[in-house]
């Protein structure tokens, strides 16, 4: 055969194996590297773990890329599988050479000859461990090396390593067995990775610790002989014995991760702006607290950081492994009814419209509204009050007053422009007593605004790679005006200047504006307070909505709520008050500045917050403005009734907290000399009672279902007396 003739039919071999090659590449394309889907990793905000959802067969990993891999170990990985991996592309011949003399001359396999290509190959698609598996693994290691860089493919080992049981990748089993990122390995503990994929099940070292030290100590040895490391570090190295991490940690924000895992389904890690300290003792709180509800309950709570809209801490439930009390429903999330929430919107609107100034004469009488009629909570009736008083004390006839003068399709018009959607059927005036549906996290967008010149902004839940600019020039969200800035700072400080309910003196003092609210039926409890800095909102009740009979927001989701901002450092940013607002003195019945009204007209002074200095004429009932200096028909009609009762008597009965009379703190009771301690107060037909912040049905306390250290509290509206006394068998 002459050359030519030889040279002939290797070119025909070639080309037939380069047609070959061809063809089997594009009737078998590289599978998916992640064909069961990502294993998702949630993140706070500076990348530790809050929880960690497993792939669709439940393989959990932690994705990584190399340049976030401690340096050694990645040394040691490429010294000990796969020394030549930047030169060779997929199959190193050589090693494929001396693994199949080995397997000739000892008739079984020595070593495998794998690059880590290959074994990536054989990861994404597996094969048998036959000589057609292995051309089948090598034919999958070329394509690799076609479409992929040696990083990315150096990546893929990292993530899909099997490292025992349902871990994958040196992310995942760094964390599992060290409790340690794998930037901090040390170099026993990376021997030890680099060499558990050989054999995960038999090498596990929280299972065979034996065999895992045997292990890391030959890889030890290759080291040393590649001088990674030298024989005095051998020596110290080889002796130490494998310390594994035991502790467990609970999943941190585990409502909020299951919701941004199902909204992002095909990340492998999502990074979160949740401030892991700041979640770790609200959670540590919130269980606190759940051992003090009653059967079923729950609670949930939202933390936003005001100048970012960031939440920076998202309690769903108030303990997620208690399944007695619904721990897996989401109730941050959760339409509900929010009670007495909106009102401070209606008084916004009103302010931004030219009809209320703060101190305007609203009517809280009996009223009918087209066949709607308002009660309050409480049966009664204060009368004549002015705008801050029936904000602050939640009064429902007067915020039906405005809300019918605005009209409520103009009310959710204004607030459906926001992108802020309320859920019933059609606008209607009980929206403003929540007849309507939404949720805590809408609820916390809302008040910010109160802290934002007006603007709600929607909230953020995920970490954006920003530029690191000085806090005042980091740019803002985009925002829609809701109020103007001049009416949410008058909101701010009419709910700003209401008391606390009675509290643990707090560490820091700031100023606070809040409201709660208390669905029908008892069956949704809120509180929502905002700072200047931090917004948080929180919601207690029932999630299978049965209701608490006898349970406010006042005295449930409030303490919480103040609780929660007392785990927060101090407000920096204070509150400007916008040029537009001015302090003006206005006279009852009119409304009207006192400059405008005539000396006996003026019944009553008072220094109200305006916008430009308007002082629009008081209301009557119904909406429309008074032309004389007299009280409302409406209002003057319920004070004669009332026995002429003047106004001025009615506008201060309840300013101030009632007082208990029956009993002084640090008073001592003996239940071997007395069944029953009756109660009273310098209010006591309007006055709910509490002991150990529970409510109670009747002004009575039964020394047999006490004994230490008892509270007892007098409240009307959510100003409340308290005193401490002592119970003795």
């Not at 002459?2 to 047609?19: E, G, N, Q, W, Y």
């Not at 003792?281 to 729950?298: C, D, E, F, H, V």
């Not at 916008?611 to 629009?616: A, K, L, S, V």
Request: net charge positive.
């Amino acid at each position: 055969m002459t050359i030519k003739k030889i040279f002939v039919a290797i070119s025909f071999v070639l080309f037939m194996l380069i047609m070959v090659s061809i063809v089997w590449f594009i009737t078998h394309p590289l599978p998916p590297i992640y064909p069961d889907g990502p294993a998702t990793r949630i993140t706070a905000s500076d990348h530790v773990t809050l929880r960690a959802f497993g792939d669709a067969k439940g393989v959990h990993r932690y994705h990584i890329e190399s340049k976030d891999v401690n340096s050694f170990y990645l040394k040691a990985l490429l010294h000990y599988e796969d020394r030549w991996f930047y030169y060779h592309y997929g199959v190193n011949p050589l090693s494929l050479f001396r693994a199949a003399g080995q397997w000739i001359m000892h008739g079984k396999i020595i070593s495998g000859g794998s690059t880590l290509t290959m074994q990536v190959a054989r990861l994404i698609d597996p094969h048998d461990r036959t000589i057609t598996g292995k051309l089948h693994q090598i034919a999958r290691a070329v394509q690799l090396e076609w479409y992929y860089s040696k990083d990315e493919i150096l990546n893929f080992y990292l993530n899909l390593a099997p490292f025992g049981g349902n871990i994958e990748g040196v992310a995942a089993a760094s964390i599992k067995y060290f409790g340690k990122h794998p930037k901090l390995l040390n170099k026993n503990e990376a021997a030890l990775l680099v060499v558990l994929p050989q054999q995960p099940s038999r090498y596990r070292p929280d299972r065979y610790k034996d065999k895992a030290k045997a292990m890391r100590n030959k890889v030890l040895a290759r080291l040393k002989d590649g001088h990674l490391i030298n024989a005095a570090q051998l020596d110290l190295l080889v002796d130490e014995p494998i310390q594994l991490f035991t502790r467990t940690h609970p999943p941190l924000a585990p409502l909020l991760s299951r919701y941004l895992k199902s909204q992002h389904p095909k990340n492998h890690t999502i990074n979160t702006t949740i401030d892991f300290e700041l979640q770790s003792r609200l959670n540590t709180m919130m269980k606190r607290i759940s051992g003090q509800l009653p059967r079923k309950a729950s609670a949930a709570a939202v933390i936003v950081q005001n100048r970012s809209a960031e939440v920076i801490a998202y309690q769903g439930s108030v303990n997620f492994s208690d399944l007695s009390r619904f721990a897996h429903v989401d109730m941050a999330r959760a339409i509900r009814s929010p009670g007495s929430t909106l009102k401070p919107f209606i008084y916004g609107q009103a302010l931004d419209m030219g009809l209320i100034h703060s101190k305007s004469l609203l009517s809280d009488v009996p009223s009918n509204f087209n066949g709607y009629k308002p009660q309050n909570l409480n049966g009664y009736f204060s009368g004549p009050v002015s705008a801050e008083q029936a904000l602050q004390k939640s009064l429902n006839v007067p915020a039906i007053q405005l809300l019918n003068r605005i009209t409520p399709q103009r009310f959710e018009d204004k607030l459906a422009a926001a992108n802020i959607h309320l859920i019933h059927q059609d606008a209607n005036l009980a929206v403003g007593l929540g007849g309507t549906g939404t949720n805590l996290i809408t609820l916390a967008k809302l008040y910010r605004a109160l802290a934002n010149h007006g603007k709600v902004t929607k909230l953020q839940t995920l970490k954006t790679d920003k530029v690191q600019l000085p806090l005042g020039n980091q740019p803002q969200p985009e925002a829609s005006t809701i109020l103007s800035p001049e009416s949410s700072w008058i909101l701010f400080q009419m709910l700003s200047s209401q008391s606390a309910p009675d509290r643990v003196i707090p560490s820091i003092r700031r100023k606070i504006a809040w409201k709660t609210g208390t669905s029908y039926g008892y069956r949704d409890f809120w509180s929502v307070g905002v700072s200047p800095d931090y917004t948080v909102a929180v919601w207690v009740g029932r999630p299978d909505a049965s209701p608490m009979l006898g349970y406010l927001g006042a005295t449930q989701a409030a303490p919480i709520m103040f609780d929660a901002f007392d785990l927060l450092p101090e407000d920096q940013n204070p509150l400007v008050k916008p040029a537009g607002v001015q302090q003006t003195l206005i006279c009852w019945p009119s409304g009207r500045a006192l400059a405008q009204v005539q000396p006996e007209d003026c019944k009553e002074q008072h220094l109200a917050f305006t916008i430009n200095g308007m002082t629009p004429p008081s209301m009557d009932l119904y909406g429309s403005f008074t032309v004389s200096s007299q009280w409302p028909s409406k209002l003057a009609q319920w004070l004669m009734s009332e026995k002429a009762i003047q106004p001025s008597m009615l506008l201060n009965q309840f300013a101030a907290p009632p007082t208990i009379t029956s009993l002084k703190s640090g008073q001592h009771y003996y239940r071997s000399q007395l069944d029953i301690l009756p109660l009273t107060s310098s209010h006591t037909e309007k006055t709910q009672w509490f002991i150990n912040h529970k409510p109670i049905a009747e002004p009575q306390l039964h020394l047999s279902d006490y004994l230490g250290e008892t509270v007892v509290s007098a409240c009307i509206d959510t100003h409340c007396d308290k005193h401490t006394i002592f119970i003795h068998p």
